[in-house]
């Protein structure tokens, strides 16, 4: 399978550019090879109303890091008016990565206000920083605790770039000059994640019945570490990747021992780092089907339910995400699929903003469990998955901005299409 050969062949490309990632470059590696072309980037990437990044609140980190990158340009005037617009109503920040720290730093850099705590900031720039900030090591400076691998720092451009301080050879700057040029001039805000997509693309193939070579499950075993499993490298073991690699593993017919999850449990449920601030249902959700059964976190699940019928989780902005994750979890949620029967478009589609390829693909895996029938809202699903032909796929996953892990998303319309021929025959 082509998507497959492409994790082995190209293991930077998956990852949709980041505004805010690409912004911190600018300012931060002038000097790095596609400087203008990410200049470029940014400019023909401002919205109308001088913002740039996702609809409403997801618009203020991408906005801080491009005005701050783009200096004197009249585009930055331009979104620095709109961000004066965005601070000045109340505004539900998005659980992005470290919004709490990259808010506050960036708006101190513009002399801007803004209703968050600066005071944990202030307090990290003066500790050794915590291996899961190493992601966002542009906020904070060069540390010397800090350790690249392979020349990259915790799967960031930006954060790899504040280390190498400065235009030197070396395996930092080899890996600046390949994300940049994949891109032509751009980056993403995480990659490589050889891991993350890995696991992701087997669980979304195998669990829908398609197959995958044999070959995948020894590179997800190789990864393994006492602590679990890693995203990408330089990037701490969590959680997440490290529950979804073992149910990866397992539908493989290559398990390994799920003790390892233990490290990450709380009272009733799994925490995807220490000290999180916010728990994830989508983790937990993978943590669930690694283990095969735990009712204490079944019912954690059940628990996190809107009233609506669906689910939120602090990695997605959708809750078609969260809510595909858990029905997987449970095996079938029918007032989940009440709430996605209810919210089908009239072009057959299912999306937060607006219907994507994306979206549909879960509504129709998180149908494919129901026991009514369903047969009709999943045919025109799919029919609307099959014409979305080559268009991008629109941002919805969280890092520090809204990112597309284009490869992942495929992988969820190929299965979301096989589901919908086994229901629609």
Same mark, same amino acid.
């Given at each position: ?8 062949? $190209? ?32 400019? $023909? ?12 609140? =997801?618009?203020?980190?991408? &906005? ?49 206000? &803004? ?59 080899? =890996? ?30 195998? /669990?829908? +019945? ?20 890693? +995203? ?7 959680? $997440? ?68 019928? =669906? ?6 902005? /959708?809750?078609?995400?969260? &809510? ?18 209810? &919210? ?17 693909? =879960?509504?129709?895996?998180?149908? /494919? ?31 520090? $901005? ?24």
């Amino acid at each position: 399978m082509s998507l497959l050969a492409q994790l082995a062949d $190209d293991p930077l490309s998956g990852v949709s550019p980041s505004v805010y990632e690409t912004g911190r470059l600018v300012a931060l590696a002038p000097w790095l090879k596609g400087h203008h072309a990410r200049v470029r980037y940014l400019l $023909d990437a401002q919205h109308p109303d001088g913002t740039w990044g996702g609809p409403g609140e =997801y618009a203020l980190v991408p &906005t801080l890091s491009a005005v701050d990158a783009l200096g004197r340009h009249p585009a930055a005037r331009r979104g620095l008016q709109a961000l004066r617009k965005l601070l000045s109503r109340p505004l539900k920040l998005p659980d992005t990565v470290a919004v709490e720290l990259i808010v506050p730093a960036l708006a101190e850099r513009l002399g801007l206000r &803004t209703p968050l705590d600066p005071r944990p900031l202030h307090v990290l720039r003066h500790r050794p920083l915590p291996e899961k900030l190493w992601h966002t090591l542009e906020i904070f400076g060069p540390r010397p605790e800090v350790r690249a691998v392979g020349g990259i720092v915790a799967a960031s451009p930006a954060a790899t770039a504040v280390q190498l301080r400065g235009p030197r050879p070396g395996d930092s700057l080899d =890996y600046l000059e390949a994300v940049q040029h994949r891109h032509g001039g751009p980056v993403p805000a995480g990659v490589p994640v050889p891991l993350f997509e890995r696991s992701w693309i087997i669980v979304a193939l195998k /669990s829908a +019945g398609l197959d995958v070579p044999d070959p995948m499950a020894g590179r997800l075993q190789a990864a393994f570490t006492e602590a679990g499993a890693a +995203g990408g490298p330089g990037l701490p073991a969590d959680a $997440d990747d490290t529950a979804t690699a073992l149910h990866a593993l397992a539908l493989c017919d290559s398990p390994r021992p799920t003790e390892v999850l233990d490290r990450y449990r709380e009272a009733r449920h799994f925490a995807c780092f220490p000290n999180e601030r916010t728990p994830s249902t989508s983790t937990n959700a993978h943590a669930l089907q690694a283990l095969g059964h735990d009712r204490q976190l079944e019912e954690w699940l059940r628990d996190m339910q809107q009233r609506g019928g =669906y689910w939120l989780d602090k990695w997605h902005a /959708s809750p078609y995400y969260a &809510t595909a994750c858990v029905t997987n979890a449970l095996r079938g949620n029918e007032k989940a699929a009440d709430w996605v029967l209810a &919210t089908q478009r009239r072009d057959g589609s299912w999306g937060r903003w607006e219907g994507t390829y994306e979206e549909t693909a =879960y509504a129709i895996r998180i149908l /494919s469990w129901s026991r009514q029938d369903v047969s009709e809202a999943m045919g025109r699903g799919a029919k609307f998955v099959q014409d979305w032909g080559d268009r991008p796929h629109p941002p919805l996953w969280h890092d520090k $901005d809204l990112y597309t892990p284009t490869r992942i998303v495929q992988a969820e319309g190929l299965a979301a299409l096989h589901l919908a021929c086994a229901v629609c025959r």
